[in-house]
């Protein structure tokens, strides 16, 4: 479904990528590991289409990234991705229900629908007691639970999630995972998954390496 083909990208003269291939199928759930620099952000914001990478090709259900214009890549990106950073991000100003609703309403999805669908959701995770307050009113691990409920609430095709445990402690963390696992699977979404956390990576369906800008060839016996 989403696929990166011979992807390379620079910043200035610094080469970050080479000869990057990936494919992510419908639904599956992929952990990019390696260690820092190793260039694990770039890559994701170029499978998400926030980069443009300076070599290769990345494709989307067979639409190539790069040949689209701006406003129909972030048009496409709105629609069909979601995206989990390592600290929410939420809107300061707007209460957890608000963030959430958010991408419903860049969908123009219709009202009634959104509020259905936002108020099951942050039942689901536990939310329905803090959902009128601020992202600052609540706690860390609240606040990352909404924003894996923004990430998902518009049924995306993808979700990107750059190290979304890093800012928590682990019980926390885990949850995060739990509930991000949980709804893909109940949605057919898959995901995409920067992180250090060893337990974390084995918990999805593959695992690709890494190291200076190149993808690790994998060992047969750790796949799982
Ligand atoms: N905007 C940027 N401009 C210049 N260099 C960058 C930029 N972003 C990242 N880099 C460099 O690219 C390399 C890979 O970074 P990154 O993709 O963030 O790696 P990781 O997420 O694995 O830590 C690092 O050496 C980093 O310093
Ligand atoms: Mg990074």
């Known amino acids: 479904m989403l696929v990166a083909e011979n992807v390379g990208h620079a910043y200035q003269t610094a080469t970050v990528l080479s000869e990057v291939d990936v494919t992510v199928g419908e639904g599956e759930k992929v952990a990019l590991v390696g260690p820092s620099g190793s260039g694990k952000t770039t890559l994701l914001y170029c499978l998400a289409g926030l980069i443009q990478p300076s070599n290769g090709r990345i494709s989307f259900r067979g639409e190539d990234l790069g040949a689209l214009g701006d406003a129909q890549r ?14 929410a991000e939420l809107v300061p100003e707007l209460t957890l229900r608000e963030n959430v609703l958010l991408p419903l309403e860049l969908q123009k999805v219709p009202v009634r629908e959104r509020t259905r669908r936002v108020d099951e959701l942050l039942e689901q995770l536990g939310l329905a007691e803090q959902a009128k307050k601020r992202p600052a009113k609540v706690s860390g691990g609240q606040a990352q639970r909404a924003a894996v409920a923004r990430a998902v609430v518009h049924r995306p095709a993808v979700v990107f999630a750059d190290e979304p445990t890093g800012a928590l402690d682990r019980a926390n963390g885990a949850v995060v995972v739990d509930v991000l696992w949980e709804l893909a699977k109940e949605q057919g979404t898959a995901v995409v998954m920067v992180t250090h956390d060893r337990d974390l990576s084995l918990r999805a369906d593959r695992s690709i390496e890494l190291l200076d800008g190149k993808i690790v060839p994998q060992r047969p016996e750790s796949h799982s």
Do not use: D, M
Not at 75 to 87: A, I, K
């Open 74 to 87: 972030s048009e496409l990106r709105q629609r069909s991705f979601g995206f989990v950073f390592q600290s």
